[in-house]
């Protein structure tokens, strides 16, 4: 009996807790953690003065790296596409609704006329919002989301240098 009512005693502190919790954050939870950020004053190069099948194997090696699935590669044309990535979402308990978001990227690789290889990454946000009822459609946010978009851009880029520097 006594193990009966430690547990159940247990259990009710965990679930004041994350009452607390909810109303003192103004009832939103996140979840999938974060956004992926790059160091402090990275700046990408995006031009590379190594030859395409080294870039175009790191980039790859980054990606795979980091968890992030690849759908569909071109190496002749240069073009990598990303999976979805989950991103934070938030339960807004006061008006019974979810919102997710999600991110992916397409990369392009091109031969420049100096000898280089330039990089472009592009980041494309989406979220959309359930009522229990079902989900919205998911939206294409990524002009909202500049700053956001800018900084998944660069922390990708700073991916794949670092993966540069590994021998």
Do not use: H
Not at 67 to 82: E, F, L, W, Y
Not at 87 to 97: E, H
Not at 132 to 143: A, E, I, K, L
């Amino acid at each position: 009996m006594k193990t009966l009512t430690m547990k159940l005693f247990s259990l009710t502190s965990i679930a004041f807790a994350c009452a607390v919790l909810l109303f003192a954050t103004g009832g939103c939870i996140t979840d999938n953690g974060a956004f992926p950020t790059p160091s402090a004053n990275f700046t990408p190069k995006r031009a590379y003065a190594i030859p395409y099948d080294k870039l175009w194997q790191t980039t790859l090696d980054a990606l795979d790296k980091n968890r992030i699935t690849v759908v569909s590669t071109d190496k002749a044309s240069g073009i990598i596409q990303t999976d979805y990535i989950a991103g934070p979402g938030q339960l807004m308990l006061a008006l019974n609704v979810a919102q997710s978001t999600r991110y992916k990227y397409n990369i392009t690789l091109r031969n420049e006329s100096d000898g280089s290889v330039k990089v472009n990454v592009i980041c494309k946000i989406e979220d959309t919002m359930n009522d229990g009822r079902g989900g919205s459609q998911w939206r294409d946010v990524t002009p909202q989301n500049a700053a956001r978009v800018n900084s998944l851009e660069t922390w990708l880029y700073e991916q794949i240098e670092d993966r540069l520097k590994t021998p």
